[in-house]
């Protein structure tokens, strides 16, 4: 969707004066640390087709395509590992930049990188060398943001790929944020308003393990640990889909992977795709930028796509301080912090010393509550020294047995691996290595207490998270409870609820002649199944004004599609959000934004509460417990459909059809320089789209308020692979291969996006004949 308006088409004009800035991907370089000649041939989205002689020359042609391609993405990346992101964008990352330290992404990877296994540590060196040649030598001029923001390229070392993986596994591994909401909860409301908020498990929906079977009630130890909390302080009283279908479900009688992938709707997008093959084996699929591990994708022999399996590997701890500033308690005694001082810079201010104190648990991150001696640690494997294989081993899997093995060693964020091979096997895998913490991990516990500690090492491999060839013939995840004893398991109590794994395992499980292309349909799936639970609810509801009145007859008139034209699906979305602030507001009038989903904190989006709230509000609103509302249940759902009825009107007029959800929350694609001026430049959109948090067609929202910034996270690429059929497998990103927003591979793959389809990756010699446009060679230079 592009804008013809003349502030648009000058501020694309003035950009154009910078040039084009393009790739070089055509003809012949020269470079160090080659062994022998790399062939990179380009099709006509940008797809690289790298073929080298050994590993090495591979992992360095993926990253020489990573430096060209996303050069600045990834120059955002290292200095957020590393926590030099002020040095060129001044105070604004501060944040970003002191907690980074504090944590030490940076210093945890150098230590880490010397206990990964030869093979690895060499794919991780040459990646980076190639990274370091793509920004410097395969540009045919430094990219326009580094020339707007007057900045120079970092150098990048073999462990920033673990650095900035570990940073994403804070980001991504979200229960320490779910921890830190629990006890802002508890201390400023009280045990009954954590004990009325607990998200809890609907019993009526799926997990992951056996396909088809319903989650069981599951209680935590919350109460025990939460005095324990308060005793401490001395106060009386806080998005992705998978599946593999076998072929017993199958026309071809072969499995099918398929996966999307659901992260920020952000350009460029995290994922790159890319084909790579020397005379041993063969990849495609989706890198990681910043990583030559392919997250999705084939072999040849095997297909594999993953979720975030909300997997529990981070704790936090409340530690109390020692007189001197640089001790903790523990037991009896104060014991000595390692103490680090560091210097950040900081465009345009004075620079900030930052000091770190780190625990026998690990870093202290930030202070528990103002006014008091008393700081939270962090403990995390993935601050830990384990063995990292998973994908970085992925190339060469072919067979289920090596899938598994390799995939025990994880020290990450938790994946739900799905996977299908040309022997017909097929399963899954929740990966991801647990600690062996004593407790829930639900809440911070007193550091003070031993017996609150991590035990050494980590808990052994659980048969119960893994399956291979269900007897269902397919089997799904989406970020939902894996099994339904998932606390005794130890792998954490905060999954996103199982709506979408309910829905998806419906449509599964409804055939067994699915073709590929069948798949990608699936994707698109819009079906509220909250408003299957909720539909009774508001038709017995009375209304209490005109405007519930409305809004009820609206709402009662909805298929139950989140489609992109439906005003009713937009209605319902206001609805939600309205009663869910009330019930919060009740039960924790003043922390009750942390149950929402505030994070409480710059640089991290919130926690996942919010999506985690649905069933209790069905629940509430169907049994109507005594108590909780003054004027009744009745009084509030009617005021909440007005609310939604009211909150359209204000924002969009009284015209309906300026109500439809894909206006009124539209897809809108933004760069990190994108503001100001700039934003027709480097954006994208607005795009209606369909879906919502609980839809198998994922699209995020503020749950406080889902018409107010737009989609905030979809899936950001999708693939469908059958297996034996590599030539037409597909792959889609949202947004393009290029973070060059002069470059035709920025964005266009997006269409082919919003339409459910995907572009080719083709796997024979014969069918990349026929797609590759552009070839340039990567030469050993001489002497």
């Not at 997990?207 to 106060?235: C, D, Q, W």
Request: glycine residues 10%; proline residues 6%; hydrophobic residues 40%.
């Amino acid at each position: 969707m592009r804008s013809r308006r003349p502030g648009v088409q000058l501020s694309r004009m003035v950009f154009r004066s910078l040039g084009r800035r393009l790739p070089v991907t055509e003809g012949d370089l020269s470079l160090e640390g080659l062994q022998s000649p790399v062939t990179i041939r380009r099709d006509q989205y940008g797809v690289p087709y790298i073929d080298a002689s050994c590993d090495r020359d591979a992992w360095f042609g993926i990253g020489f395509c990573h430096g060209q391609d996303r050069a600045f993405q990834l120059e955002i990346m290292i200095r957020s590992a590393h926590g030099t992101l002020s040095e060129v964008i001044g105070p604004e990352g501060l944040a970003v930049d002191r907690l980074s330290r504090r944590v030490g992404f940076h210093r945890a990877a150098q230590e880490h990188f010397e206990h990964l296994d030869d093979d690895i540590r060499e794919m991780l060196d040459a990646y980076t060398r190639g990274i370091n040649a793509g920004r410097l030598h395969g540009l045919s001029r430094r990219p326009h943001e580094f020339t707007i923001l007057r900045m120079s390229s970092t150098q990048w070392e073999p462990a920033d790929s673990l650095a900035y993986l570990k940073l994403m596994s804070m980001i991504i591994s979200t229960n320490w944020a779910e921890e830190l909401a629990r006890y802002q909860i508890l201390i400023r409301d009280g045990i009954g308003s954590l004990d009325a908020l607990e998200p809890g498990s609907n019993p009526g929906l799926a997990v992951t393990s056996p396909p088809g079977e319903r989650a069981a009630e599951y209680t935590v130890n919350l109460l025990t640990e939460a005095r324990e909390i308060l005793r401490e302080l001395g106060i009386d009283a806080d998005g992705s889909n998978n599946w593999v279908v076998g072929g017993t479900r199958t026309r071809s009688g072969k499995p099918i992977v398929a996966n999307d992938t659901h992260l920020s709707a952000t350009l460029p997008t995290h994922f790159y795709l890319a084909h790579l093959r020397t005379p041993e084996w063969g990849l495609v699929g989706g890198s990681f930028v910043g990583s030559p591990g392919f997250f999705f994708g084939h072999n040849g022999h095997a297909a594999w796509g993953i979720t975030i399996a909300m997997l529990d590997n981070t704790d936090l701890f409340l530690e109390d301080i020692g007189p001197d500033g640089a001790s903790v308690r523990e037991g009896d005694d104060w014991v000595p912090c390692e103490v680090r001082e560091e210097k950040i810079r900081v465009k345009g201010a004075d620079d900030v010393t930052e000091q770190i104190l780190i625990t026998n648990r690990g870093p202290v991150v930030g202070p528990a509550l103002d006014g008091r001696p008393t700081a939270i640690s962090l403990s995390a494997v993935w601050l830990e020294n384990y063995p990292f294989r998973t994908v970085f081993r992925a190339h060469r899997w072919n067979s289920f047995d090596q899938f598994a093995e390799d995939t025990n060693h994880h020290p990450n964020v938790g994946l739900n691996f799905v996977y299908g091979d040309d022997h017909g096997d097929f399963g899954w895998k929740l990966v991801g290595n647990l600690p062996q913490r004593r407790g829930s991990g639900a809440l911070p516990l007193s550091a003070a207490n031993p017996e609150n500690h991590w035990a050494p090492g980590l808990r052994p491999p659980d048969d119960r998270l893994m399956v291979r060839n269900p007897a269902a013939g397919y089997i799904a995840t989406a970020n939902n409870r894996p099994i339904q004893n998932s606390e005794e398991a130890g792998i954490g109590i905060d999954f996103a609820e199982g709506y979408r794994i309910t829905r998806i395992n419906e449509l599964l499980s409804s055939r067994d002649d699915w073709e590929a292309q069948d798949m990608w349909m699936l994707q698109l799936d819009d079906v509220s199944l909250p408003w299957r639970e909720l539909k009774q609810v508001v038709e017995e509801t009375r209304p209490v004004d005109d405007d519930s009145r409305v809004a009820r007859l609206m709402m009662l008139r909805w298929d139950g599609h989140v489609s992109p034209a439906s005003t009713s699906a937009a209605l319902f979305e206001l609805f939600i959000a309205s009663l869910l602030r009330k019930i919060a507001e009740r039960a924790a009038p003043v922390s009750y934004t942390w149950a929402l989903g505030d994070g409480g904190a710059r640089g991290f989006s919130g926690n996942m509460f919010a999506v985690m709230r649905m069933g209790q509000l069905i629940e509430l609103v169907r049994e109507k417990p005594r108590g909780w509302f003054e004027h009744g249940w009745n009084s509030v759902i009617a005021n909440s459909m007005g609310d939604g009825l009211r909150g359209l009107r204000f924002r969009h007029g009284y015209h309906t059809r300026r109500w439809s959800w894909g206006r009124v929350r539209p897809l809108e694609l933004k760069h990190r320089l994108g503001i100001g001026p700039l934003a027709p430049v480097f954006n994208r959109g607005p795009y209606a789209i369909a879906g919502d948090t609980y839809t198998v067609h994922a699209a995020g929202v503020n749950p406080l308020d889902p018409i107010d910034r737009g989609v905030r996270s979809t899936a950001t690429a999708r693939t469908v692979m059958e297996i034996g059929d590599w030539d037409n497998a597909r792959f889609v990103l949202l947004g393009g291969q290029s973070g060059n927003p002069m470059s035709p591979n920025y964005d266009d793959q997006i269409q082919t996006w919003l339409q459910g389809r995907g572009i080719p990756i083709p796997w024979s010699e014969s069918a990349v004949d026929e797609v590759v446009e552009k070839t340039l060679t990567l030469n050993p230079a001489s002497g």
